[in-house]
C-alpha cells in the first residue's frame, strides 16, 4: 500500500490536511504556517491522539519482516537561560519510537510521550511487538539486556568504543569485509552468552591515532585508546550475518540525520504545538516526510 492510502485509511477524518503537510515538511524546511493548510495545530493534535493509527500504519506500509525500532528522547528547541547559578536546561522533551523496514524507510511511530524519562523506558512500550531495536544510546550492561529480553525483543546495541571487549577480543583472527564502499577488518563471535560483531574501519583508526599525536595523549593511556580507535562493536541476543549488522547500522545513522533535521524544524515550529498530542503528531507527519512515495502537493 503507498502512503496516501495507508493515511487516508489510519487517519480518515484528518487525511487530507495531513497528506498537505507531509508533502510540504517532504519538500521544504519552511515553517508550517507557510503551507496552505489552515487550523494547523488542531491538525497536529488529532494526528497525535490517533496512537492506534500510528502503529497501524506499519502493517500497512511495512514488508514481510521485522521491523526496525529506534528510539529518540530528550528536548528540543533552544535553551531559554540560567537558572540561579546552575545551568537548567528547560526544553520541552519530545519521546518517540520510530519504526522503519529494513531499507530504512519509515513505516510508522510508537508514541512515548514529552517527560522527562531514563534512557530505557521508552522500550517498555514496545512490550508484546515483533521488532528488532537497533540502539546506540544505551550502554551494554547486564540489565539492559535483561529488560529488553524480558520484553521478547531481538536487539543490536552499538557500542562505539566498547572498552569492556578490547581486551578479550584484540588478539581474535579478525576477517576482511568490503562493505558499501569501506574497507572494514572484522570479527563475529561470542561475548557474555551473547553475540558480539566488531568493526575495524583502518582508515578511521589511524585518523584517530594521528590526533592523538596532536592531542599529546598520555603516553599510559596510548595503548588502551589505539586498541579502541575506529572499532565499532555491536552486542546482540541474535546471531545476524555481519553485512546484514553493517547495513543496519547504516540504518540506525540515516535515520538520526532524519531526525536532527526535524527536531531543529519543531524547535522553530514550536508555537503550533499546543500540547504533547501535537508534538507527536509533529514527529509522526515529520517522519512520514521522509519516506520515498511521498506525492507532491496538489
Known amino acids: ?100 523496514d529494513r531499507d530504512g524507510t519509515p513505516t510508522g511511530m510508537v508514541p512515548v510521550g514529552c517527560r522527562r524519562i531514563r534512557e530505557w523506558e521508552p522500550f517498555k512500550v514496545l512490550k508484546g511487538m515483533d521488532c528488532t531495536v537497533v540502539t546506540d544510546r544505551m550502554p551494554y550492561c547486564h540489565e539492559t539486556t ?23 577480543l584484540c588478539n581474535l583472527k579478525m576477517q576482511d569485509l568490503r562493505h558499501n564502499g569501506i574497507d572494514y577488518r572484522t570479527y563475529k563471535g561470542r561475548y557474555d552468552k551473547k553475540w558480539i560483531f566488531r568493526f575495524t574501519d583502518p582508515v578511521e583508526a589511524e585518523r584517530m591515532i594521528r590526533k592523538m599525536d596532536e592531542m599529546k595523549v598520555d603516553q599510559r593511556d596510548r595503548d588502551s585508546f589505539k586498541r579502541s580507535a ?12 555481519l553485512r546484514e549488522v553493517r547495513d543496519l547500522i547504516d540504518v540506525r545513522d540515516s535515520t538520526d540525520r532524519i531526525m536532527r533535521r526535524h527536531r531543529r524544524l519543531m524547535a522553530e515550529d514550536s508555537h503550533l504545538l499546543e500540547n504533547d498530542d501535537a508534538v507527536m503528531g509533529y514527529l509522526f507527519i515529520s517522519m512520514m516526510s521522509a519516506r520515498g512515495d511521498v506525492p507532491p502537493l496538489e
Open 146 to 168: 535483561d529488560l529488553l529480553e524480558s520484553l521478547g525483543l531481538d536487539y543490536l546495541l552499538v557500542e562505539r568504543p566498547f572498552p569492556t571487549s578490547c581486551f578479550t
Open 230 to 241: 575506529g572499532v565499532t562493536d555491536v552486542l546482540s541476543n541474535t546471531g545476524h550475518d
Open 1 to 100: 500500500m503507498d502512503l496516501r492510502n495507508a493515511i487516508e485509511e489510519c487517519f480518515p477524518n484528518n487525511s487530507k490536511n495531513m497528506m498537505s503537510l507531509i508533502s510540504f515538511r517532504s519538500g521544504s524546511d519552511e515553517g508550517l504556517e507557510t503551507s496552505e493548510v489552515r487550523d494547523i495545530p488542531q491538525v497536529l493534535e488529532e494526528a497525535g491522539r490517533n496512537r492506534k493509527g500510528m502503529l497501524r500504519m506499519q502493517k500497512l506500509l511495512g514488508k514481510d519482516e521485522q521491523p526496525l525500532a529506534m528510539e529518540y528522547t530528550g528536548p528540543y528547541g533552544d535553551i531559554p537561560g540560567y537558572h540561579s547559578d546552575v545551568v537548567w536546561d528547560w526544553r520541552p522533551w519530545a519521546n518517540a519510537i520510530m519504526l522503519t
